[in-house]
């Protein structure tokens, strides 16, 4: 008796989850042959300080053709090692090879070195770089990592930056 109350209750149990099963809609299948959204970010490492930006341009290419991209133009700061700053998301292409990125800042940022602010001049060229797509499909970003400490150059009272950076997917 006690066996048949106790599959009687385990069927009501598997009959009410089935039920519930039978309520939810079905799911469409992934469609592998979609583009994936991909996230462009920027990090600093080995600042002293605040380095404080704003991204002026991306040029985005996929296998040589230009892809649109949206800039959010707010402030970043490159000195802040624990944040990869989000630039930029798009769609990359199921069969896409290779992803030019062409990152330009404004011309002008600040830098805190020692307690003291100084103007940053941006003006020199730009962040440039042929990415795998394959890897940046595998990981869903790429990471510009901006070594600060190598890319500032003082010339007098003017601190200037050229960028030297790694690429991390």
Do not use: H
Not at 45 to 70: H, I, K, M, N, Y
Not at 79 to 98: E, H, I, M
Not at 116 to 130: C, E, M, N, R
């Amino acid at each position: 008796m006690k066996k048949s109350i106790g599959l009687a209750l385990a069927l009501a149990i598997i009959a009410c989850g089935k039920a519930q099963d039978d309520e939810t809609p079905p799911l469409d299948p992934v469609e592998e042959n979609t583009a994936q959204t991909v996230a462009v970010r920027v990090l600093g490492v080995r600042a002293s300080g605040p380095v404080r930006v704003q991204v002026a341009a991306l040029e985005l290419t996929v296998d040589g053709t230009a892809l649109p991209s949206r800039i959010g133009g707010s402030e970043i700061d490159l000195g802040n090692d624990q944040n990869a700053w989000a630039v930029t998301t798009f769609d990359l292409p199921v069969d896409a090879r290779k992803v030019g990125l062409r990152l330009k800042f404004q011309s002008e940022g600040i830098v805190e070195r020692n307690g003291k602010s100084q103007l940053l001049d941006l003006s020199g060229p730009p962040v440039s770089l042929t990415a795998d797509a394959a890897q940046m499909r595998k990981r869903g970003k790429v990471v510009l990592e901006i070594d600060i400490a190598r890319s500032l150059v003082d010339r007098g009272e003017q601190v200037f930056m050229l960028p030297e950076f790694i690429v991390r997917y």
